[in-house]
């Protein structure tokens, strides 16, 4: 079967590079051809969350939809047209359409609550572009419809009655336990621009943790400086080459999150990704965190200043409890979420996709 992806991401972006990338070599196993085609390029996504860049956003932009109208050129050598979160970022689903009309089978895989109106603020100018029906619109063309949790399938079983769930998940044969060296402890939030302002949830926590305690925080992707009075905090910039050896290098992950509509339809990935590693993870109770996460059996969850503090302060104190949680948070994660456990559920999809179309 020849396979066109549709992706808005290059390798950089954490959700086709979960969602699809990953999957490739056993699709390639199985005799499959495929073609991944993403609408920003590498040099675009270095600056695409970030201020300012109009006129390099512009160009870029100019860019990926000429690729894309080439792309709609060459469906026609492709059995089945993939499509992770969207075609195109802006205005109504027209591509998706014109493959609809071109009777080509159309997976669609979504990982967020993208039907909600939620914009980057680096890119707020652009919001007025949205189109607010446009994933109910892709979800009822599609042959088969894939999501990352229980929120998202209520939401597109409205609109199509071929949706499966499956998590994003992660290769546990890269992303392994890895002994800590000794040294200072290390407290770990591993995130993106997009997600740092969620650090504001554990800011008090912090605060009162490092009076008590001695220990690095280390914030990853934030995209800029981190600064909370008090507290020891080692600022890093996000490198794809380093992804692994950040979850690693942490004693306890912290995941702090706002109990909103948008942070319900996420697929609580950085628990998942912690969790492959042996790290003993601390997060909000919101969405699909409190279906992954048992409390005090692999990883702590916590809904307020005392519980975040409460929680973290039994971790650091207690190095075996620390292996321990970790431990049964790698089993989860081996069991639920690795690559080879939903495999099988994405062959499948890709059989049905060749299903009469949806109307």
């Not at 026609?76 to 998706?96: N, T």
């Amino acid at each position: 079967m020849n396979i066109l992806f549709l992706v808005p991401y290059p390798e950089e972006g954490p959700s086709n590079r979960y969602r699809i990338e990953q999957y490739l070599p056993y699709l390639r196993q199985l005799g499959h051809y495929y073609w991944v085609r993403p609408f920003w390029n590498s040099r675009a996504y270095r600056i695409l969350y970030k201020n300012g860049y109009y006129f390099k956003k512009a160009f870029y932009f100019f860019l990926g939809t000429l690729n894309r109208f080439i792309d709609i050129l060459a469906v026609f050598k492709y059995d089945v047209v993939f499509i992770h979160r969207e075609s195109y970022p802006f205005g109504p689903p027209f591509f998706e359409w014109l493959i609809h009309k071109f009777k080509k089978p159309i997976i669609f895989d979504f990982d967020d609550a993208i039907f909600l109106q939620n914009f980057n603020p680096a890119n707020r100018i652009y919001r007025f572009l949205k189109f607010s029906s446009k994933t109910k619109k892709i979800v009822n063309m599609s042959s088969a419809v894939i999501v990352a949790n229980k929120f998202l399938e209520e939401y597109a079983l409205r609109y199509n009655s071929r949706v499966y769930i499956i998590p994003t998940s992660i290769d546990t044969e890269k992303f392994t336990i890895k002994k800590r060296d000794a040294g200072k402890l290390v407290i770990g939030w591993i995130g993106s621009p997009t997600t740092s302002p969620y650090l504001n949830i554990i800011f008090d926590a912090m605060r009162k943790l490092s009076g008590r305690y001695d220990f690095v925080f280390k914030i990853v992707g934030a995209g800029k400086p981190v600064v909370i009075k008090g507290v020891n905090i080692q600022n890093c910039d996000w490198q794809l080459e380093r992804e692994i050896l950040d979850f690693q290098s942490i004693d306890i992950g912290v995941y702090p999150l706002p109990d909103t509509l948008w942070v319900r339809g996420k697929a609580a990935f950085k628990a998942i990704q912690y969790m492959s590693v042996g790290v003993p993870v601390v997060a909000s109770p919101v969405g699909m965190a409190k279906e992954i996460i048992q409390d005090g059996v692999n990883g702590f969850l916590a809904g307020s200043d005392e519980e975040w503090v409460k929680k973290i302060s039994i971790l650091i104190e207690d190095r075996d409890l620390r292996a321990r949680i970790g431990l049964e948070g790698r089993k989860t994660a081996e069991q639920k979420f690795s690559v080879k456990a939903n495999v099988e559920i994405l062959k499948h999809v890709i059989g049905v996709s060749k299903a009469p179309l949806v109307c």
